[in-house]
Nanobody, 115 residues
Framework: QVQVVESGGGLVQPGGSLRLSCAAS??????MGWYRQAPGKERELVGN???????NYADSVKGRFTISRDNAKNTVYLQMNSLKPEDTAVYYC???????????WGQGTQITVSS
């Protein structure tokens, strides 16, 4: 059974840092990514990373967020620095099963940036 589980959410002050983790299990995964959804807004891509380590980021987070992964652990990380109130959202991880179009999603973790 394929599972994707995020962890590491919480409350942080503006300018602070936070790291999210996403552990996928039950298969071998290709591209893994992070999305976020703020209240009243559509879900948007934060960034993603290939199995080989190539990354892609939304313009709004470039230079502040970094995605990395550990293939041996099927885990992807999202390091968030210089956080802003507009980064407040539920953050979701997804993972594409390698060689397929099947994408598994996590349940999401809340990030709140507020003083």
């Amino acid at each position: 059974q394929v599972q994707v589980v995020e962890s590491g959410g919480g409350l942080v002050q503006p300018g602070g840092s936070l790291r999210l983790s996403c552990a996928a299990s039950g298969s071998i995964f290709g591209v893994m990514g992070w999305y976020r959804q703020a209240p009243g807004k559509e879900r948007e891509l934060v960034g993603n990373i290939t199995r080989g380590g190539s990354t892609n980021y939304a313009d709004s987070v470039k230079g502040r967020f970094t995605i990395s992964r550990d293939n041996a652990k099927n885990t992807v990380y999202l390091q968030m620095n210089s956080l802003k109130p507009e980064d407040t959202a539920v953050y979701y991880c997804n993972a594409r099963i390698i060689g397929t179009l099947t994408i598994a999603w996590g349940q999401g973790t809340q990030i709140t940036v507020s003083s």
